[in-house]
C-alpha cells in the first residue's frame, strides 16, 4: 500500500472518528431541553439543587469528552494540511461560509454549555440553554450540507477552484442531506445518553431516539431518490457507493429496533455505524478523487496530496499522534465509565 493511499486512509479514518464521537455531542446538546429531570427543573428557585443531583441528563453524559473528542478534528486538519496541502486551499476556499459557521458553533457552544449554570436567572438560563442548542445544531447541519456537496459535486473554475454558490448550498439534495445528517446525530447522541443515563431517562432517551431515527431514515429515502432521478449524488465508483448506501440504510434500520427494544448498547453502535459511513461513501464513492465538480472532472489523489519526502517526514510523526490520540480516547471512556447520577453526579 503506497504512503498516499495510507494518508488518505488516516485523514477519512480521523473525520470519521469526529463524527461519530462529536455527533453524540452535538446530539446531546440538541437534545438537552427535551431530557431534564422534571423533578428536578421544577424546583426554578432550586437552580444549585440541579448541579448536585444531575439535573441535566444529556449534559451530564457528555461532560467528561465533549472538549476532548474535538481533538479529533484537529488531528483531521493537520493531516489535511500536511499530507493534502492541495486539497485544503481547495476546499477551505470553497466552503468557507460553512466552516466559519461550524467553528462559530463550536465556539458559542462549548461556552455555553460551561456557562450556563453561572446564569442567576431565568431568563439568562434560556439564553444559555439556546445557545446550548444552537452549538449542537449549527455544526451538525453544516457538517451534513458539506457531506452532501461533497456527493453532488459543485462547479469548478477555470483556474481549477472550486465555488460554492447559493444554490449549490440550497439545492435540494444538499439540503435534505443536511437534515438527515441533524436528526442521525441527534440519535445518535439519544443513543449515548440512554448508555449513560439512569434507567428511568434511559427509557426517554431511547423513546426520542427511534423517533428520530424514522425521521432520518425518511431524509436517506429522498435522498436516494433524488440520486435515482439524477439530481442527488455524482458518484465514480456506483457499486461501491450503492453497497455502502445500503450498509447506513441498514444500521439505520438495525438502531431504531435496537432502541424499540431495549438495546440501548446495539442501538449506539449502529448508529456509530451510521454516522461514520458517510465518511466513506465520500471517500470510497468518489476514489481516486477527493473533490469531484458537477460537470465530471474533479480533484484526485495525485494532484492533491504532497510529495513523497513530505508524506515520509509525517508518517514518522503520525506513527507517535494517532496511537496517542487512541490511548487517551480509551482512557477517557475508561476513567468515566458508568452512568451519570449513579457513579459520577454532576459535572457542571
Request: hydrophobic residues 55%; charged residues 10%.
Amino acid at each position: 500500500m503506497s504512503l498516499e493511499i495510507a494518508w488518505l486512509g488516516l485523514l477519512g479514518l480521523l473525520l470519521a472518528g469526529y463524527f461519530v464521537l462529536g455527533g453524540y455531542d452535538y446530539g446531546a446538546q440538541m437534545l438537552h431541553p427535551f431530557l431534564r429531570d422534571a423533578r428536578t427543573e421544577a424546583r426554578t428557585e432550586a437552580w444549585q439543587a440541579e448541579r448536585a443531583s444531575g439535573g441535566n441528563a444529556a449534559l451530564d453524559a457528555i461532560a467528561p469528552f465533549f472538549l476532548g473528542n474535538e481533538v479529533w478534528l484537529v488531528a483531521f486538519a493537520g493531516v489535511m494540511f500536511g499530507a493534502f496541502p492541495h486539497l485544503e486551499g481547495t476546499l477551505l476556499s470553497g466552503l468557507y461560509p460553512l466552516i466559519v459557521a461550524i467553528l462559530a458553533g463550536l465556539v458559542l457552544g462549548n461556552a455555553a454549555v460551561q456557562l450556563r449554570r453561572r446564569a442567576r436567572g431565568a431568563r439568562g438560563r434560556r439564553v444559555w440553554d439556546a445557545l446550548v442548542v444552537f452549538g449542537g445544531a449549527v455544526p451538525a447541519l453544516c457538517w451534513g450540507l458539506v457531506v452532501g456537496l461533497l456527493l453532488h459535486g459543485v462547479p469548478r473554475r477555470a483556474d481549477g477552484s472550486f465555488h460554492v454558490g447559493f444554490g449549490e448550498v440550497f439545492s435540494p439534495f444538499v439540503l435534505v442531506c443536511g437534515i438527515a445528517t441533524i436528526l442521525l446525530f441527534a440519535a445518535h447522541g439519544a443513543g449515548f445518553v440512554a448508555i449513560r443515563s439512569e434507567p428511568e431517562m434511559a427509557v426517554r432517551a431511547r423513546e426520542l431516539g427511534a423517533r428520530l431515527l424514522v425521521a432520518a431514515g425518511a431524509a436517506a429515502g429522498v435522498a436516494l431518490l433524488l440520486t435515482f432521478f439524477g439530481s442527488g449524488a455524482s458518484m465514480t465508483n456506483r457499486g461501491v457507493s450503492g453497497v455502502i448506501a445500503g450498509a447506513l440504510l441498514l444500521a439505520l434500520g438495525v438502531a431504531w429496533w435496537s432502541f424499540t427494544g431495549g438495546h440501548q448498547v446495539r442501538a449506539f453502535a449502529a448508529t456509530c455505524c451510521a454516522t461514520a459511513l458517510p465518511v466513506l461513501l465520500v471517500g470510497a464513492g468518489h476514489y481516486p478523487y477527493l473533490l469531484i465538480s458537477s460537470a465530471g472532472h474533479g480533484l484526485d489523489i495525485h494532484h492533491a496530496v504532497t510529495d513523497d519526502a513530505t508524506l515520509k517526514i509525517l508518517s514518522a510523526f503520525g506513527v507517535l499522534v494517532v496511537p496517542t490520540i487512541l490511548a487517551y480516547q480509551a482512557w477517557s471512556w475508561w476513567a468515566f465509565r458508568g452512568r451519570t447520577g449513579l457513579r459520577h453526579p454532576s459535572y457542571f
